[in-house]
């Protein structure tokens, strides 16, 4: 038997899960779950690194009281983009900010003035989002730029923490791809490109491969948590290069939906696609496991609907996923729609009234009960995975047969089936934990129990229940999708 431990922090909770690897299958055990809770002081939105570190050694704590002092690693991933900044001590100059945080508006526009939306695009293959590390920078560079001076080293959130743990100063190859900031030739930041939007590259780190032991565990944390050292591994840091570890697919044409907070759609491929209708589409070219392409493109995904609950909830009732899919299961179908990637929907706040504002500017019907708002995110959320999987295959110039849901999205049984009827495919989902999955698969394969990704599918199909959805009603569907492309995408 050999475990290790994977921490994988999401954008609102996070887990220490214990992974056991028997030579044939591997199990899950949560030891450790704690929230992540964004802090805002005066008109900035933090993330509260220092607890998140803290979450982390209570979770090696919690793993030893429950009888596994004997773990082989740890691995660590976290979303994208986010950043801390250290000075010479290596000490913290300033919490991490959050990407939902208002400096980076109006960033992309200024980036364009310095350098062309397609040189940047030829440059990174990476899909434009304003929360994009490049952008921060770059926010940064304008407003804050005495900040950049002193900052010696930067450090992605998980590349942070594994720091926090080894005292070693590295970029996994992974998270940093979601900056916009790699050349997606030389897989190395491209400091032409910084040096053209004035941003220092002074405090960039080397880049290392997914997979790569980055240290030991430093002896005072050994003796403060009270265990022997052992390995910290950069796994495939980014929480959707770690999902896509554990897509179960048999063979290599295949296109995967990690499903939560974020939903990305995209495919692997061995080579990135920049071609003028990449660009067009907006697709990026992530890095993943094994040197591998994460062809994808981010779509809002569940937190809509997540924000519509968190509302409700304040007006004193506590509202439960499972009830108001009922309550939307109940209701007619198809009575309006929204672009879930409109600018409309990316901030917090008053998330039903954004809905219904959206409705009401393209002379639809105006949902009012709280199933109606449902159904119409869920329903619309299906729709645009239909109009990214088709774009999906015509840039990658190949049908791509099978889908595969992974993430905690796939607890959604609701938005898994509108999937299957949208798309008019069988699809799969699972396994429901895929983040921590891939995690710990990455830690396996870097420790040599495992041999490679091919045979690490083959134990995760082995290991884990994989739910098939069979499309329903799919003229219906299909006719309502022409609509939806014609008169809901893209529009102001």
């Not at 569940?302 to 509302?311: G, V």
């Amino acid at each position: 038997m050999v475990k290790v431990l994977g921490f994988d922090y999401g954008a609102s909770s996070g887990r220490a899960m214990l992974g056991t690897f028997d030579g044939n299958k591997i199990t899950l055990e949560e030891v450790h779950r704690f929230s992540n809770d964004p802090v805002k002081i005066k008109d900035t939105l933090y993330w509260d690194i220092l607890r998140l570190y803290h979450e982390l050694k209570t979770g090696i704590i919690e793993c030893r009281k429950k009888g596994h002092g004997d773990i082989k690693s740890i691995g660590v991933d976290t979303w994208g983009v986010d950043f801390g900044l250290l000075d010479a001590n290596g000490d913290l100059l300033a919490n991490p900010v959050h990407y939902r945080d208002e400096r980076t508006d109006g960033m992309i526009e200024q980036a364009f003035e310095a350098v062309s939306k397609k040189e940047i695009y030829d440059r990174t293959g990476i899909q434009f989002m304003q929360f994009n590390t490049l952008y921060q920078l770059l926010a940064l560079s304008k407003n804050q730029p005495e900040l950049l001076e002193k900052a010696d080293s930067m450090l992605f959130i998980p590349d942070l923490l594994n720091y926090f743990m080894t005292g070693k100063m590295y970029s996994e190859y992974s998270i940093a791809s979601t900056s916009q900031m790699l050349n997606i030739s030389t897989r190395d930041f491209d400091l032409e490109l910084l040096d053209k939007l004035q941003i220092p590259t002074h405090f960039l780190k080397q880049i290392i491969e997914s997979g790569t032991i980055v240290g030991n565990l430093k002896e005072d944390i050994c003796d403060e948590l009270m265990i022997d050292s052992i390995p910290v591994i950069a796994v495939a840091s980014h929480d959707t290069g770690s999902a896509v570890i554990s897509a179960p697919a048999e063979n290599e044409d295949f296109a995967f939906l990690s499903s939560g907070t974020w939903s990305l759609l995209g495919t692997e491929l061995y080579h990135p696609i920049t071609s003028q209708k990449a660009f067009d589409a907006e697709y990026s070219n992530e890095g993943g496991f094994n040197k591998t392409i994460r062809f994808l493109k981010n779509i809002m995904g569940l937190w809509i609907y997540q924000d519509c609950r968190r509302e409700w909830n304040k007006e004193g009732e506590v509202f439960e996923f499972d009830d108001l899919e009922a309550e939307a299961r109940s209701l007619e179908p198809f009575k309006c729609f929204i672009d879930p990637d409109h600018s409309l929907f990316y901030h917090h706040g008053h998330m039903p009234e954004k809905v219904q504002e959206f409705c009401r500017k393209t002379n639809q019907y105006v949902p009012e009960k709280k199933g109606e708002i449902v159904r119409c995110i869920m329903e619309s959320l299906a729709l645009k995975y239909r109009y990214v999987f088709e774009r999906l295959e015509e840039v990658a110039g190949k049908r791509i047969p099978s889908l595969h849901i992974v993430g905690g999205g796939c607890k959604n049984v609701m938005i898994s089936q509108f999937t299957a009827n949208a798309l008019n495919k069988e699809i799969t989902t699972g396994p429901i934990e895929a983040t921590a999955t891939g995690n710990i698969v990455a830690q396996l394969i870097a420790l040599g129990e495992i041999k490679d990704l091919k045979q690490a599918r083959g134990i995760i199909r082995n290991s884990f229940e994989i739910k098939t959805y069979k499309p329903q009603n799919a003229d219906k569907w299909d006719e309502v999708y022409q609509y939806f492309e014609k008169n809901i995408i893209g529009k102001e």
